[in-house]
């Protein structure tokens, strides 16, 4: 569109005609000294009317000068019209008369300077070119070819003309943006000289680096001509025409994909191939081959299928051509050649003409506009808001249109930079018909308060038009932006970071934005840190690998020791949720580095629990078999941690996922299991003193969580995992199946895929086990032959008389013979563990030292109680009942049989059944059996409920006390005591106490030593827990009659036994509260008497007793002195009372004015 504007100027009209771009998309502009010329833009085809009227298009800039008035003709129209080959032609004079207007194109301005051999113009209209970014082939091909100035006597061909007759041309400065812009070279100061001289010195600095590559480039074609020569034409792709890569063939092809590889963003792959072939420079095509032409892309080659279409400029290029004589005789011939050149003359033809139709019809096309909007007062202007001189802006009402106001005298200056960068921007553009001065105008509008000095103020004036300069916009204003949000709302910003990060082009400002991303929140919760892991994740998907490398990976470097424990937190998750999105490489170094430091130097137990969880993602994705050692030394630093959430996620997560890749790797059973059953067995043989009961639960926790692993690997390599399908008749899986794991991990249905297939999984390997056996079944076959006894050899080994122990090994076997079912169990575990164990009468008198081992109590602990059947129960009680009678008769320890009890009686649904086989000892013939179950009651008791006491255990342990043998009756004192300590109803108390008073005082157990002896360890052991009661009226008086009766004891091994028990149970009451009647009347004297015994036989006790004695003696005067100090202070408070009722009862009498209140506290003189 074309605008035409008259104003007066120095006494004469001129017309100013402003075109703009209308139409056309949105607004989109285009700027009129846009004009490129490359090969792909020379293909485009007009997109216009039916009647061959070119579409909106961008004409070239005239300038008519006529008879009272200029006219300054700017491009109009819209899109892109025209063949780009004639797109636009120098300023040049027009007759007033309005003839045909002549073009021509820059490209065959730069044929002809090479045809007219001005080397120097063309290489400075290169130069400007270059520096505009609209570089031209034919200039770009003459000047890197360093043939063209080597053989002087050669003259290029002329090209062909283009578009019409051309008038003569002057030399003139080249068009450029206003980026590269100097306009120093148009004022009249006279340097074009010295300009041209640099370009000079430029050139040939240019021509002799290009000399040193030819020279290098010299054994490439020495190589190359030893073969045949290079074929220039494209054929057909066959396999019986490909021949082995030739060395100029082999660089050419490495520099096409080198630069591939660049332009998608796999920099390291680059660099390894970079490496791979040292001998070749990549950053420059000269180092390919002398006088070579640079292929297309591969890309290109892949869409054009490796052939390239001939173009016109391409044929008319000078120096880089093909002459004839070097095409090889058997492929071209001199005829086809001559009819080649007869086509590609003919193109030529017609594109010219194609060209000269399409400029003829937009002739017309902005004459017609031109009539119509010669009346038009306002004109638009797509324009950036510059600083012009001569011209004012003011901001309109509502509207984002600038209006410009223009001065005759600055009128053209203005033009020349209003059309030299052009956006878009729409501008009101007003010419001031007032007498006012610009000065006086730029200060009356100065009042208006415009701000764009500032930063923000620059950003505000420059709205973006692209995406491209929104995303720079972003990455410029997010940062003063972030600072001040509220630090509660700052979340609601990491979309907007993401996606600038995501598309910013500068890798710069990518890396303050993910900067400002992981600084974003000071001390981020858990919902900011889970929207920022999101983030980061939806970053990682959109960049790909390498970018996560290299843009996110340095963001968690480099908060690996936050003092903030919420940051190293984000930087412990963030490595597990990029796991999946980074290159292996880096996977299983630098990440798995990372996450190692932090477990091993990190103080907070948080960032080491998502320090372990990240570590059981990494083993999810990681591929090195070399990293299985690491992986193994990670597991067992994990378990081994003193945080109880720590060694939790290591179970939860590591193991399950770690035990994943051991079973990829295959090596499960061989290497993993089989490294901690031995790890195991050594540290039950380290120490004398018993192993490190910390360190056994730590390795046999990580062997039952591997259990489930086991079993999956187990079903999946079966002989039947071939044949499974999915069905809706299988049968559901039982809830109480398998044990509950610790995590879906643990979950053999998620390890094996779902429970539909476990469902039938499970099916065939009962059945396989039932009908079949385990031939041919080389996992199961491991873990029966091997595993199993290895397992029970370890067992024999434990000290029984550790709970924590027995536990562990009880826990391993329970889960490993729920977790392979009870067909399993039945055929494969209880078998091996009734082989070593040998329970029958004839061995029963004999002895049998594997019962008195670990293997008794986890037998029965952890394969008997797996299943909670009638016949399982049954099981149960007939083997403790065989152990009970066989250690008895065998006079063995009971501690593998007392193991047992304890374990089974942590569980309140077995105290029935204990009882059960205590009264089958209870009701045996034999005493040592009978001894046994009632030194069984002990241990029984402090678990089992009052109910059960009352009705079970007491009347078993009164018919004991009856029973005919002493050693019986002796056994049930302990049970007693330990009812005593533990029971609160007074009736069983009573009938306790009754039950001890007759051990103490029938005349039958005077004499009996042993009964003493029992007794006083039992009062002993359950005098400081007992009721107050119960020990001041029974123990303390009966253990000062066993004092002061071992004072007469003429038997002295009785009496030094009788006497150390005493010392044993006085040493334990006295840290108990004893009343001063009961320390006076028998705690003393018990002690005195206790004394007199120590200075005869036990001399080094005797001041322990002395000083007992003493203690106890200060006490009791205490005692009496604190009672003085209460009655006097009883007494005083009497009296402070008395005084205290007298004085309110005479403050009471004052009837008269508050002022006699103070004659109260007046001294009587």
């Known amino acids: 569109m074309l605008h035409k504007v008259q104003v007066p100027f120095q006494s004469q009209n001129y017309h100013i005609i402003l075109g703009v771009a209308v139409g056309g998309g949105g607004g989109a502009v285009v700027n009129p000294f846009n004009l490129s010329d490359s090969d792909e833009e020379s293909e485009l085809r007009p997109i216009g009317t039916e009647n061959g009227t070119p579409g909106p298009g961008i004409a070239p800039l005239q300038l008519r000068v006529e008879p009272g008035s200029v006219t300054l003709v700017l491009p109009g129209g819209g899109g892109g019209g025209i063949s780009p080959g004639v797109e636009a032609a120098p300023v040049s004079p027009v007759a007033a008369g309005g003839g045909a207007e002549a073009r021509l194109s820059v490209d065959a301005i730069a044929a002809q300077l090479l045809r007219d051999q001005y080397i120097l113009t063309a290489l400075e209209l290169h130069t400007e070119l270059l520096e505009s970014g609209r570089e031209l082939p034919r200039l770009r091909d003459y000047f890197s070819n360093p043939g063209n100035f080597e053989r002087q006597s050669w003259t290029p061909p002329a090209a062909k003309e283009q578009g019409g007759a051309a008038g003569q041309l002057n030399r003139a400065g ?37 000399t040193i590559q030819a020279l290098r480039a010299n054994l490439t074609q020495a190589a190359e001509s030893e073969g045949p020569s290079r074929e220039r034409r494209s054929f057909r792709f066959s396999p019986e025409m490909e021949e082995p890569v030739r060395p100029l ?101 017609q594109e010219l003409e194609y060209q000269i139709g399409l400029l003829i019809g937009e ?16 004109r ?114 990491i979309p907007l970071i993401l996606c600038t990060a995501c598309l910013h082009p500068e890798p710069k400002e990518r890396d303050q934005l993910l900067h400002i991303l992981f600084n974003l929140i000071k001390r981020p919760d858990d919902e900011q840190r889970q929207m920022i892991l999101t983030g980061c994740v939806a970053f990682a998907r959109h960049v790909g690998p390498t970018r996560v490398e290299a843009e996110l990976l340095p963001q968690c470097w480099e908060q690996i020791n936050h003092k903030y424990l919420e940051r190293r937190l984000l930087v412990a998750e963030s490595c597990g949720a990029l796991a999946p999105y980074l290159p292996k490489e880096i996977r299983s170094s630098l990440v798995l580095s990372m996450l190692k430091q932090m477990l091993t130097e990190d103080k907070a137990h948080l960032v080491r629990e998502a320090v372990v969880k990240s570590l059981g993602v990494i083993m999810g994705y990681i591929d090195d078999a070399d990293k299985y050692s690491q992986g193994f030394e990670l597991m067992l630093l994990s378990l081994g ?50 192993p490190d009961e910390h360190k056994l639960h730590l390795l046999l926790s990580g062997l039952q969580s591997l259990i489930s692993p086991l079993f999956a690997l187990v079903l999946q390599s079966a002989p039947f995992s071939g044949q499974v399908e999915l069905q809706d008749s299988t049968p559901p899986i039982e809830v109480t199946r398998f044990p509950r794991p610790a995590s879906m991990l643990q979950d053999v249905a998620t390890i094996v895929g779902s429970r539909e297939r476990l469902a039938v999984l499970l099916q065939l390997y009962d059945r396989q086990l039932e009908h079949e056996g385990t031939m041919g079944w080389g996992s199961l076959l491991w873990v029966v032959n091997q595993l199993l006894p290895h397992l029970i050899r370890i067992v024999g080994q434990i000290n029984v008389n550790s709970a924590a122990c027995v536990h562990e090994f009880s826990r391993l076997f329970w889960r490993l013979c729920r977790t392979f079912g009870k067909i399993f169990t039945n055929t494969k575990v209880k078998p091996q563990f009734q082989e070593i164990l040998r329970l029958s009468e004839e061995n029963a008198t004999d002895g049998n030292d594997v019962l008195t081992k670990g293997t008794v109590p986890i037998y029965a602990t952890g394969v008997l109680t797996c299943y ?79 109910s059960l006491i009352a009705q079970r255990v007491v009347p078993a342990l009164i018919a004991l006390s009856d029973d005919p043998e002493i050693s019986v009756r002796i056994s049930t004192i302990p049970a007693f005591g330990t009812i005593m300590e533990t029971v609160t109803q007074k009736e069983l108390l009573e009938r306790v106490k009754m039950q001890l008073a007759s051990f103490l005082e029938d005349p039958q157990y005077q004499d009996q030593h042993s009964l003493h002896m029992e007794i006083i360890r039992t009062f002993g052991r359950v005098g400081p827990n007992a009721e107050p009661r119960f020990r001041d009226e029974f123990v303390l008086p009966h253990l000062h009659k066993l004092a002061l009766g071992n004072n007469g004891q003429t038997a002295e091994a009785k009496r030094v036994g009788i006497a150390t028990q005493l010392f044993e149970a006085y040493s334990a009451l006295s840290c108990c509260f004893i009343s001063e009647d009961v320390l006076v009347n028998h705690f003393l004297p018990g002690l005195r008497c206790l ?54 009862s005479k403050v009471g009498q004052l009837t008269t004015s508050g002022a006699m209140l103070a004659n109260v506290f007046q001294r009587k003189k």
């Not at 002739?363 to 306002?378: G, N, P, R, T, Y």
Request: net charge negative.
């Open 174 to 210: 080249s068009i450029s943006t206003l980026d590269s812009l100097d306009f120093a070279r148009y004022s009249d100061d006279g340097h074009r000289e010295a300009d041209e001289r640099v370009a000079v010195l430029e050139f040939e600095l240019r021509k002799a680096k290009e």
């Open 249 to 349: 063939e082999k660089r050419a092809l490495n520099f096409l994909v080198n630069e591939y590889l660049l332009r998608n963003n796999y920099k390291l792959t680059s660099i390894t191939f970079s490496d791979e072939n040292d001998d070749q420079d990549f950053e420059l095509w000269d180092d390919v081959g002398l006088n070579t032409p640079k292929p297309p892309s591969l890309l290109h080659q892949y869409r054009t299928g490796g052939s390239c279409p001939p173009s016109p400029r391409d044929t008319a290029d000078v120096a880089v051509g093909v002459e004839a004589s070097e095409l090889p005789l058997n492929s071209i011939t001199q005829e086809s050649l001559h009819k080649m050149e007869r086509t590609q003359a003919l193109e030529i033809v």
């Open 363 to 378: 002739k017309h096309s902005l004459v017609e506009q031109i009539k119509l909007l010669q009346s038009m007062s306002i």
């Open 380 to 493: 638009y202007l797509p324009f950036t808001t510059l600083p012009l001189e001569g011209a004012t802006s003011m901001k309109m009402e509502n509207t984002p249109i600038t209006k410009l106001i223009l001065h005759p005298q600055s009128m053209m200056s203005v033009c020349n930079k209003v059309l030299l960068q052009a956006t878009a921007y729409w501008v009101f553009v007003f010419f001031v018909f007032r007498n006012l001065s610009p000065a006086f105008l730029q200060a009356l509008l100065s009042f208006c308060q415009l701000s764009t000095d500032s930063r923000l103020g620059s950003e505000v004036s420059r709205i973006a038009d692209s995406e491209e300069s929104l995303l720079l916009m972003l990455g410029r204003c997010l940062p003063h932006i972030v600072p001040n949000v509220l630090l509660a709302k700052r979340e609601e910003l």
């Open 641 to 690: 941690d003193p945080s109880e959430r720590v060694v939790s996620a290591t179970h939860q997560v590591f193991i399950p996922a770690f035990a994943a890749w051991t079973t990829e790797l295959g090596v499960l059973q061989s290497q993993l299991l089989s490294s901690l059953l031995l790890r195991v067995e050594g540290l039950l043989k380290e120490s004398d003193r018993g």
């Open 868 to 946: 909670n059947q009638e016949e399982d129960r049954k099981l149960l009680v007939a083997f403790l009942e065989d152990v009970m009678m066989s250690l008895s008769l065998s006079h063995a320890p009971l501690d593998s049989l007392k193991a047992a009890f304890m374990e089974l009686g942590a569980n309140p649904a077995y105290h029935e059944l204990l009882l059960t086989v205590l009264w089958y000892g209870v009701v045996h013939t034999s005493a040592l059996v009978r001894c046994t179950a009632a030194r069984m009651f002990e241990l029984l008791v402090k678990g089992v409920s009052e």
């Open 1091 to 1144: 004394r007199v015994d120590m200075e005869q036989f036990s001399p080094e006790y005797e001041d322990i007793l002395s000083s007992m004695i003493k203690e106890c003696e200060q006490k009791v005067e205490n005692r009496n002195s604190q009672e003085a100090q209460g009655s006097m202070s009883i007494a005083a408070s009497l009296v402070s009372e008395d005084a205290k009722t007298k004085f309110l």
